[in-house]
């Protein structure tokens, strides 16, 4: 299994330019996420999705857009690139959590994009 | 945000113990994660705790006190591979993590 993947790695923008982030999971994950983590500011949800062909906001969704067309793919869409996106973005995956004793569910992580915005 | 407080830093040296303190608003939680991370790697999963006590896996162990809203991760036997940031995160409902900012910790020989 390749877990939560992620592409691309790195990516320079020029402010107003648009772009997608692919995220792939082959856990058979419910529940997908993107985050951004910036610089003493720790992980920051920006949309997450819990079921293929659904979608929410999180904390910081303004800027960005999601789409789970397929189970296994969540996308994050940067219609007009801002300095302010520049982070670096990691989409994760899990099962539901059903609360007490029935195991921790925890999110696994992809290996993250690094994006500038110029 | 979710009021997750942890330390910015903290320098141990190998061999040594370190504990890292976690506080929280308690209101909704369904479990307290923590999670390492390595420079320019994604975050990891170490530890997990939903009910009040001690969890030990090898030479971390984490702690939990649901009423006073507090954790922490317990590293024995630091090594050089431990240097890292560990991230608490909290979960409320099923799925959401709310992360605290890290703390980075750096093992000196």
């Known amino acids: 299994n390749a877990g939560v993947t992620q592409t691309p790695k790195f990516r320079v923008l020029k402010t107003g330019q648009s772009m997608t982030l692919l995220c792939a999971q082959d856990?058979?994950?419910?529940?997908m996420y993107w985050y951004r983590q910036d610089p003493g500011m720790g992980l920051r949800l920006i949309h997450y999705?819990?079921?293929?062909?659904?979608?929410a906001k999180g904390e910081v969704p303004d800027g960005y857009n999601v789409s789970r067309l397929k189970k296994q793919n969540f996308l994050l869409g940067l219609e007009s690139a801002a300095p302010s996106q520049t982070s670096v973005y990691f989409c994760?995956?899990?099962?539901?959590?059903?609360?007490?004793?029935?195991?921790?569910?925890?999110?696994?992580f992809g290996p993250g994009t690094r994006l500038t915005v110029t | 945000g979710q009021n997750i407080d942890q330390p910015t830093e903290m320098t141990a040296t190998e061999g040594a113990i370190v504990q890292i303190n976690c506080t929280y608003q308690t209101s909704g939680f369904n479990g307290l994660f923590w999670y390492q991370q390595h420079a320019g790697e994604a975050p990891t999963f170490l530890s997990y705790?939903?009910?009040?006590g001690l969890e030990e896996k090898g030479r971390f162990s984490s702690f939990l006190s649901r009423s006073k809203g507090y954790s922490y991760l317990l590293l024995k036997e630091l090594q050089m591979k431990d240097s890292a940031s560990y991230l608490c995160?909290?979960?409320?409902?099923?799925?959401?993590?709310?992360f605290g900012a890290g703390t980075t910790v750096t093992v000196r020989a």
């Open positions: 856990m058979n994950h419910e529940y």
């Open positions: 995160a909290v979960r409320r409902g099923d799925y959401k993590l709310s």
């Open positions: 705790n939903v009910l009040d």
């Open positions: 994760a995956s899990s099962r539901p959590g059903q609360g007490s004793r029935r195991g921790s569910y925890e999110q696994y």
């Open positions: 999705s819990v079921g293929e062909g659904t979608t």
